[in-house]
């Protein structure tokens, strides 16, 4: 299935406006400028690189994906400046203005994920900006999702009513992320955003600013994701 098919173009309405609303809400956290140099990492379909053209067309993008998206061929064709590698070696030496990682670190655990988080700020030029967004699988967001999940067919591999509950109340440490051969983890199941800023701390960048989406209230209790702004350390 498509990575669009399973998020902006979901057959369910209540998440493609999630979706569509978590794009809404980057892009007021952290907007483009004129000229800025830009990393999408985890691009998928490229959705998120064509909003940025059409906002800012001076940008200039390169998405990266190991699985890229078929339908980032149509952003390609409306935007042909863009690049879109799958390879990290190709995205080629930043560094950038702005890194954007959108629903990409909950799919790795360990020193994948710690590995992902060093590129990220490496590539970033010292005034610029990293936003990344991250799935609320803890409380009771997450027990609302989870149970959505089931009700519409689409629950995550894996999912038992213990799972369910530990999610909950927060235990995620009793929950196995066990990642396949390339470190990928399909699952959000026991993820737990509240390690994303503590990662980026090691590598001497402080969150600056935050966001909530879909709903327009300051708590992870009732939305379903997270973003962060990340700067360099003083």
Request: with cysteine; charged share 20%.
């Amino acid at each position: 299935m498509a990575y669009s098919s399973m998020t902006i173009g979901n057959t369910n309405s209540i998440k493609r406006w999630s979706h569509n609303s978590r794009f809404t809400k980057a892009l007021s956290v952290m907007p483009p400028a004129e000229n800025d140099r830009i990393l999408d990492f985890g691009t998928g379909d490229g959705h998120l690189v064509g909003l940025l053209k059409e906002q800012c067309p001076s940008v200039s993008v390169c998405g990266f994906d190991p699985h890229l998206d078929a339908a980032a061929n149509e952003v390609k064709q409306r935007f042909p400046d863009v690049r879109f590698v799958r390879e990290r070696d190709s995205i080629g030496e930043g560094p950038f203005d702005k890194v954007y990682c959108l629903e990409t670190l909950e799919h790795f655990v360990g020193p994948p994920l710690m590995d992902i988080v060093t590129f990220l700020t490496q590539q970033t030029a010292p005034n610029g900006r990293i936003l990344v967004s991250v799935p609320i699988e803890i409380g009771p967001s997450s027990l609302l999702k989870n149970l959505f999940r089931m009700a519409t067919g689409q629950r995550h591999r894996g999912t038992t009513w213990k799972i369910v509950w530990d999610s909950f109340i927060g235990n995620t440490s009793a929950i196995a992320r066990p990642p396949s051969d390339t470190g990928w983890i399909s699952s959000h199941l026991g993820f737990d955003f509240r390690v994303i800023p503590v990662l980026f701390a090691k590598c001497g960048f402080e969150v600056e600013s935050y966001g909530y989406s879909p709903m327009p209230l300051p708590t992870h209790m009732i939305n379903s994701q997270v973003l962060f702004r990340f700067k360099r350390k003083a």
